[in-house]
């Protein structure tokens, strides 16, 4: 089953309007990642938040992590028409056995930006 | 760099065809991932590759798969026979080891009739 929820499962919005996107998960994260993937094409890494972090910004985008409570958002402001993607959330579980990050993905949210 | 490359990027077959999807993870990438993609159950894991050898291939179905990687820079998800609900979107990503950020292929979408 998936760990990560993603709430709404689509969103509609106008250019230059700002898109908020949540996820939720289900037991104790290293970190969190969010990834973008257009129509047709692979998942793109977008940013990493760690467990131990509160918010992290890179370039338009804003993520929040929120421990207690099991959740994380993605804003993106000022958006644009080139932002029309899916979005995911991927939390990250340590297999110490295999050695590596397993991610967990949502189910995503569909993000449509209207010129 | 050229990134991830899969092959071939669509595939339509017929029950019970053995199908082969290919992936040239990125040079100097030790680490190798083969997921799936399905509406019903989204994002799986389906293998995992170190250095050419699979650690992790809990994610994988049924015996109906299997994944190599013979070298650094080749593996393949063979899928022998196929059945519709294998119908799916393949994706192969690698990354520089486990732990790293994982760059991900276009993706193979197999159609199984």
């Known amino acids: 089953s998936q760990q990560g929820e993603e709430d709404p499962q689509a969103l509609s919005i106008q250019e230059g309007e700002n898109a908020t996107m949540n996820c939720s998960y289900k037991?104790?994260?290293?970190?969190l990642q969010w990834y973008r993937q257009n129509s047709g094409r692979g998942l793109v890494h977008l940013i990493l938040?760690?467990?131990?972090?509160r918010e992290k910004h890179s370039g338009r985008l804003r993520v929040t992590l929120d421990t207690s409570k099991k959740s994380s958002s993605l804003l993106i402001t000022a958006s644009r028409a080139a932002d029309t993607a899916s979005y995911f959330c991927?939390?990250?579980?340590?297999?110490?056995?295999?050695?590596?990050?397993?991610?967990?993905f949502g189910a995503g949210t569909r993000l449509a930006v209207h010129p | 760099d050229a990134g991830v490359i899969q092959s071939p990027r669509h595939e339509v077959t017929e029950m019970g065809q053995e199908v082969t999807l290919r992936c040239k993870p990125i040079?100097?990438?030790?680490?190798l991932f083969w997921y799936r993609q399905t509406m019903m159950r989204g994002l799986e894991l389906l293998i995992y590759?170190?250095?050419?050898?699979?650690?992790?291939d809990s994610g994988m179905p049924e015996d109906r798969f299997s994944a190599k990687m013979p070298n650094a820079s080749f593996s393949t998800l063979k899928i022998q026979p196929s059945e519709p609900r294998d119908s799916a979107v393949y994706f192969c990503?690698?990354?520089?080891?486990?732990?790293?950020?994982?760059?991900f292929g276009p993706g193979t979408r197999l159609t199984v009739t």
């Open positions: 990503a690698s990354s520089l080891d486990g732990f790293y950020e994982q760059y």
């Open positions: 037991t104790s994260i290293n970190n």
């Open positions: 938040i760690r467990s131990n972090e």
């Open positions: 991927a939390t990250t579980l340590n297999m110490f056995s295999g050695g590596y990050n397993k991610l967990i």
């Open positions: 040079s100097g990438h030790n680490s």
């Open positions: 590759f170190n250095n050419n050898v699979p650690i992790d």
